[in-house]
């Protein structure tokens, strides 16, 4: 393993690395997260997931059963890995989150979403080398938002949180839409994940990568069903 050739694109000050993690989790960086619901368009249709109680629980489900033992590890795992220069390992754990999609939709999302992040990345007045070598993997989400937190300097920790906000944000706001709910009732929504979101982070943290796990058979079977609903908004 090499040592790390990473230059920051930012200053390397604590400031730095918290707006250039505020700037990740935006629903205004241009990687189209804001088109995708993750199968919760067809958990409104097909499994009752039709009010703010039963769609907040459906949330929380998701971060802590699929997030926490998937994408989160997944994601440390990359941002360790960029930072040592382990290409290898980065290309293991892209194949790894690649495969761990069991839908067609679910597959499509992470695949043009890591594109999108890749481009914003090649974009920066700093791009470094390695975002070339992002670009010939075919980047899943996860390992190209990892890099991007690589070369913001903040914690693991810190770049983790901010993942899963820009996550919990962007379901909140298909479910406004979806469900459909209020501004108010979707605030609440996204409260209940904001406190739980360092719990599931946590646990990512302490998850050896042996035990990195995406087993989630309600959500693929929903995906699955998505794909062929008669109307629908987002394209997972």
């Known amino acids: 393993m090499n040592t790390s050739t990473l230059t920051p694109i930012s200053s390397p000050d604590g400031a730095s690395a918290l707006l250039m993690l505020i700037w990740l989790a935006s629903p205004a960086l241009p990687v189209g997260g804001f088109s995708y619901s993750e199968a919760l368009e067809a958990a409104v249709d097909r499994a009752g997931v039709d009010s703010p109680t039963r769609c907040a629980d459906w949330l929380s489900d998701q971060l802590h059963l699929s997030l926490a033992r998937a994408d989160l590890p997944a994601l440390a795992e990359a941002i360790s890995a960029w930072r040592a220069d382990d290409l290898a390992r980065v290309q293991a754990i ?72 820009g996550w919990a944000e962007n379901l909140v706001q298909a479910a406004l839409k979806a469900v459909p709910l209020g501004q108010s009732a979707g605030q609440r929504m996204l409260a209940r994940l904001a406190q739980e979101i360092p719990v599931a982070v946590d646990q990512a943290l302490a998850l050896a990568p042996e035990d990195r796990q995406a087993f989630t058979p309600m959500l693929a079977i929903l995906s699955a069903q998505h794909e062929t609903q008669y109307s629908r908004l987002f394209r997972s």
Do not use: K
């Open 94 to 165: 892209n194949q790894w989150l690649l495969q761990s999609r069991e839908t067609q939709e679910l597959r499509l999302q992470t695949e043009q979403m890591g594109r999108s992040l890749t481009e914003w990345l090649r974009n920066q007045a700093q791009a470094p080398a390695q975002v070339q070598a992002l670009a010939a993997m075919d980047p899943s989400y996860p390992v190209a938002f990892a890099l991007a937190a690589a070369l913001s300097g903040a914690t693991v920790r810190d770049s983790l949180l901010s993942f899963a906000f």
